[in-house]
């Protein structure tokens, strides 16, 4: 066996090691443009993937929905319950959404101002999921063809996901907020989010930098000392990172301590999206921004 | 022309991999402890095994490319270094003698832990994870360990005899 420690052998398991290193290095910050092999590899293999994750996402869905039978009758009353509180605020909203318009329009806004939170959601399946948790990618089917690009965020029904980080022409991966950190460096690693307390979008505000895999927390940083949050509000961007659009549910204050320095607070946010059924997510939508120009 | 079979079994494993194998894992088993299947590696530890380390390496190497453009997420490379030197590594301890069951599984054992070392090892070298390894070992590569031995012994039988054809051709 030590016979691996011969010359030529050494020297090889040297150079290969040198070689990975370096590719690792080089491609950790990769910004440039898809290669077309890579474009093509990826196209094809995902596309095979979501051949056999349909009918298994079906399959599962038919046991699942079994389990749900029981569930149901009770949904099925608060359901009632909520369309009627559902209608009256529609009617709210209709007549804040008509006196907004007006109001615009009285003060002059441009039509990029107008168009500013006009998202549109684009439904995309998942075809693949990583099979590693050191890096959970998410393949979706929708792709630069279908106009996606990279940075654009992705929720589930229940609240953020994460963000699009490389886009091929049928397919884009999807980093969730999992691999979120605050050590590595590096523009295109991770990004940030600025968050806020829904209800309270004036007066709160903090940084999402990093999830904790222990405890399956994400942490938010950078609080002011007089901030009004309490553990149980619920967070949502606030769109000022520019990245992720305002207004998308992040999670609930789980708590609230004083941070390294002193200086700042810092909260526990427990994800809204349970990321540890990540693999059993079936649609997600991508939030497609209005053209900005 | 046998190999050819090889590759097409790996290759279905690899799609399998990342598209079924979600769904077959119980929710409640990604709660507290992260069960991941690579049954890619398996395959591979298994050709170390029966084929040699030559040929597993560049099994490792390719699929672990593949594993790294597919689900490209923090850099390239991780995942065939990683499968790589695993195959590499495991094919060092045998020769072509007989295998027994046991053995076997030990290697097998081995080899899942040196690839989620492996991977464990250049994530963290690259600041990508900063989780401590005590914690990464007891609730995400010890139960992957366990989990994919069991996969492993799954598929014992149909693999061998499967190089067992290869052998004979």
Known sequence: MFKLLGNKRLFILLIGLIFFIALMGLTLNKREPVTWPEKFVKDSISWMQGLIYRPARYIAGFFEDIHDLRVVYEE???????????????????????????LKEALGFTERQKQYDNYTYRIAEIVAVSPDPNNSTLVINLGEKDGIKENMAVVSVDGLVGRVVRVFPFHANVQPLTNLSDVSSGENHTKAIAATIKGKETESFGIIESYDEAKGILIMNKISQNDQMQVGDTVVTSGLGQVFPHGIVIGTVASRKVGAFGITYTANVKPAVDFTKLGHLREVFVIEKPEMR | ????????????????????????????????????????????????????????????????FLQDFVYYGHMIGVYAFSLGLTGYLCGLFFGRSHIHILPSMLLMAFGNLLYEA??????????????????????????????????????????????????NL
């Not at chain 2, 290759?11 to 991941?36: D, H």
């Not at chain 2, 395959?43 to 084929?51: E, K, P, Q």
């Not at chain 2, 992957?144 to 039988?157: G, K, T």
């Open chain 1, 76 to 102: 099925n009353k608060a359901l009632k319950r909520t369309l009627a509180q559902y209608a009256r605020d529609t009617v709210r909203l209709n007549e804040l959404e008509a006196q907004n318009k007006r």
């Open chain 2, 1 to 64: 022309m046998h190999r050819k079979i090889v590759w097409g079994v790996i290759f279905l494993l690899f799609l399998l991999e990342g598209s079924l194998l979600p769904w077959m894992i119980p929710s409640a088993w990604r709660g507290n402890v992260s069960v991941t299947p690579h049954l890619v590696l398996v395959a591979i530890i298994y050709v170390s095994i029966y084929l040699n380390r030559y040929s597993a390496l560049i099994f490792g190497l390719f699929f672990g």
């Open chain 2, 118 to 167: 492996a991977v464990y090892g250049c994530y963290r070298l690259f600041n990508v994870i900063n989780s401590p390894f005590e914690w990464a070992f007891t609730h995400q590569m010890l139960p992957s360990i366990l989990f994919n031995l069991l996969l492993a012994l799954l598929i014992y039988v149909p693999v061998r005899k499967l190089f067992e054809k290869i052998g």
